[in-house]
């Protein structure tokens, strides 16, 4: 299957790889703007932002060669590696902040800390993403065969069952690793910083939950394992998922708490909009295997709206910002999660391209 525009493909290309220079430029630029303890978690989750863009680039050339037919296996090697080692320098890096926090559960090394470390998790997920996504051509091939009344055995090329599996798992892990990190945050929550972290690091295990949708509809399609109850328990762990996030950001907010109860509230609401933007990838999927979708080249509005929805809202946080201190760090956070939903909008479009064009 061959891309229709070979320059449409580099733009796709490129985007995510904008999005990474946008959240290191501006990250960097909060991180050094003043010795503020606003200025050190802000500017170092904005900054490790761009570690999941990265991994998003890994995605995007990964399908895009082979959709243009150039891809090799240096490309089968170099793409897994480089998302994988992102994330594990980012998790890392998070893992060095919050050891060395010179008072465990109070200091700003403490949030940016577990906050980097779970943008690695995230990071390590969207790489097995794009690993998975080195059999890619196997999708739209195996979509074109009938639905089986039984098993089928999964073409020579596909994944060994035991790859498959471990595929599979990897974001399960990474998902509880986050939530486990969250939950004991909570239960320890005597702090600010305990209250801060618990609750956005749970916000990040969500994404990690709904990145397992997507890992495993993509394995499952390249295994042809994928079957039509599979249509509705993917799509909705995501839209689980992202309403628990969106949701969890609005009682926060509306719940006449302390101040620094804002800037979870905030990001929560932000993390809430990545998961609906992974959605689109999970029910684009759904939507076009074995079937045809009049509407599947309208799936990709969904990360474009979320995306203007994170910068739009950032808009407004960063005005309260003038009055409201509490809410410096959400006002920024929430501009590396627009570029992230952006991000996404180029991968769904690439997967809109790779699996319906040739219907």
């Not at 570690?51 to 150039?70: E, K």
């Not at 910083?193 to 509809?217: D, E, N, Y």
Request: with cysteine.
């Amino acid at each position: 299957m061959i891309f229709v525009n070979y320059w449409v493909s580099v733009l796709f290309r490129v985007i995510p790889l904008m999005m990474m220079a946008l959240c290191l430029g501006f990250g960097i630029y909060v991180w050094t703007a003043a010795d503020d303890p606003a200025n050190f978690v802000a500017g170092r989750v904005v900054t490790f932002l761009g570690a999941i863009c990265l991994c998003l680039f890994c995605t995007a050339a990964t399908i895009i060669r082979q959709l243009i037919g150039r891809f090799n296996e240096t490309d089968r090697i170099l793409y897994p590696v480089l998302g994988y080692a992102a994330a594990i320098g980012t998790a890392a890096y998070g893992i060095s902040l919050f050891l060395g926090a010179s008072s465990a559960g109070e200091s700003p090394d403490y949030v940016a800390g577990h906050v980097v470390f779970g943008l690695g998790l995230i990071s390590g997920c969207v790489a097995t993403v794009a690993t998975a996504s080195t059999k890619f051509s196997l999708i739209p091939q195996n979509s074109q065969l009938p639905e089986p009344e039984g098993d089928r055995e999964p073409p020579e090329t596909a994944f060994s069952p035991t790859t498959a599996l471990v595929l599979c798992l990897i974001p399960v892990v990474l998902a509880i690793v986050a939530w486990a990190f969250a939950i004991t945050n909570l239960v320890l929550g005597t702090t600010p910083a305990r209250f801060t972290v618990g609750h956005v690091v749970a916000g990040l295990a969500l994404i990690c939950t709904a990145l397992i949708g997507l890992v495993v509809s993509i394995v499952r399609q390249i295994q042809d394992t994928y079957r039509p109850r599979h249509r509705i328990i993917w799509p909705w762990l995501v839209i689980a998922a992202g309403t628990i996030a969106f949701v969890w950001g609005i009682v926060l907010l509306a719940w006449n708490g302390p101040d620094y109860y804002r800037t979870p509230g905030f990001v929560m609401v932000g993390l809430g909009l990545v998961c609906f933007s992974i959605l689109s990838k999970v029910g684009l999927l759904a939507l076009v295997w074995r079937r045809t979708f009049e509407l599947a080249n309208r799936v990709p509005l969904l990360p474009v709206v979320t995306a203007l929805t994170c910068l739009f809202l950032a808009a407004f946080v960063f005005q309260a910002a003038v009055d409201d201190e509490s809410v410096f760090i959400a006002a920024r956070v929430l501009v590396g999660l627009g570029a992230i939903c952006f991000s996404l909008y180029s991968i769904v479009s690439i997967l809109e391209s790779g699996t319906s064009s040739g219907d």
